[in-house]
């Protein structure tokens, strides 16, 4: 492990900056044509990868640049479930590095939101996190089968998080039961609403309090924070949104006496909704961050997290609404197999 290793610039980021500026323009094109959506935008999935080792801290989730209206206050309720199997090793002059991840994860999270005045809500997210073997390993292995993708070759139904790091054990965890984790807190304070010929825009701060047990590694035993900008743009039945975080962590202890340290870092979305009815919605969407571990030696800690995720968003009614959809890893090494979502909210008015 090399502390003063340097760091990498974010190209995926640099990529999905420039792929944002071009559609940009293009979607600038059409909504001079169409104004703004006739039928109202759903919004990206308010999800987060689940790979074990980066639990701990905070990922802000994807939202739209569109504040609450004053007094308005909304409850979502989202499951997550993923299944991994990671395995990663390094021999170096100062020993072994390994990390070795397999099991899967169940993160329940109940989002709640409220429109301060105009053009700024607050919302805060209480999550709870299980882990163990779980039951889709057979599953996994038939879908890479299937799709012709590299075999896990996985040993069915078994659990492990294990971070070793010049030979030192700096991670060892057991299954673990239902327990609450580090619980995120945002501002949102919208500065454009789109209009014909224009785009929404929104600044956004946040911070992770320390709620979750470092002990059980789903909490880092201290106050994270991040700052960015949401951005939402509409062409026919189309929304375009792009997020961009800058993120900042407390580096937990276990972690500083094992000589590893965490740098400040980029988080990025990017999606794409179309609405085929007014109440139903396909939506893709493509979430990014880089590793905030300064470590050159095992690929786990230097990759950057990358997902696709896919899925509809519905509305039933005119105050209950949902979604449903999976997740597949683009990297790797540093995201799940598969993350299956789950979410069904509700506007409680005013």
């Given amino acids: 492990m090399k502390n003063g290793a340097s760091i990498r610039p974010p190209i995926f980021y640099q990529g999905l900056i420039t792929l944002g500026v071009l559609i940009s323009g293009i979607v600038g094109v059409a909504a001079e044509e169409t104004g703004p959506p006739a039928k109202a935008p759903f919004g990206p999935y308010p999800r987060r990868n689940l790979h074990p080792l980066f639990l701990p801290f905070y990922q802000p989730t994807a939202d739209r640049a569109q504040a609450l209206k004053p007094g308005s206050f909304t409850l979502f309720t989202l499951g997550q479930y993923a299944s991994l199997q990671r395995a990663d090793q390094h021999f170096g002059a100062s020993g072994e590095d390994l990390g070795l991840f397999d099991g899967e994860f169940l993160r329940w999270s109940i989002f709640l939101r409220y429109g301060i005045w105009e053009g700024l809500d607050l919302s805060v997210e209480i999550p709870f996190h299980a882990s163990g073997p779980g039951f889709l390993d057979r599953l996994v292995e038939g879908i890479h089968d299937l799709t012709g993708s ?147 030696d095992l690929k786990t800690l230097r990759h950057p997290q990358v997902e696709i995720a896919g899925g509809i968003r519905f509305r039933a009614g005119e105050r209950l609404s949902g979604m449903l959809g999976f997740a597949e890893d683009l990297v790797f090494v540093t995201s799940p197999d598969v993350t299956f979502f789950l979410g069904v909210g509700m506007d409680l008015g005013e």
Wanted: hydrophobic share 40%.
């Fill in 150 to 296: 590299v075999r896990d070759d996985r040993q069915a139904f078994r659990f492990d998080e294990t971070l070793r790091v010049d030979g030192r054990e700096v991670l060892r965890e057991n299954s673990t039961g239902f327990a609450i984790a580090d619980v995120p807190l945002q501002v949102k304070c919208q500065l454009l609403e789109e209009s014909r010929g224009g785009f929404g825009l929104a600044l956004r701060g946040g911070l992770e309090l320390p709620a979750g047990s470092e002990a059980r590694w789903i909490g880092n035993g201290g106050v994270d924070g991040a700052a960015g900008l949401l951005l939402e743009r509409s062409f026919w039945d189309f929304t375009l949104y792009l997020n961009f975080d800058y993120r900042f962590f407390t580096t937990p202890a276990r972690l500083e006496v094992n000589g590893l340290s965490l740098r400040p870092v980029p988080n990025g979305v990017a999606a794409l909704e179309w609405r085929v009815f007014p109440q139903v919605a396909f939506l893709v969407q493509v979430d990014g961050s880089q590793s905030p571990f300064i470590d050159d």
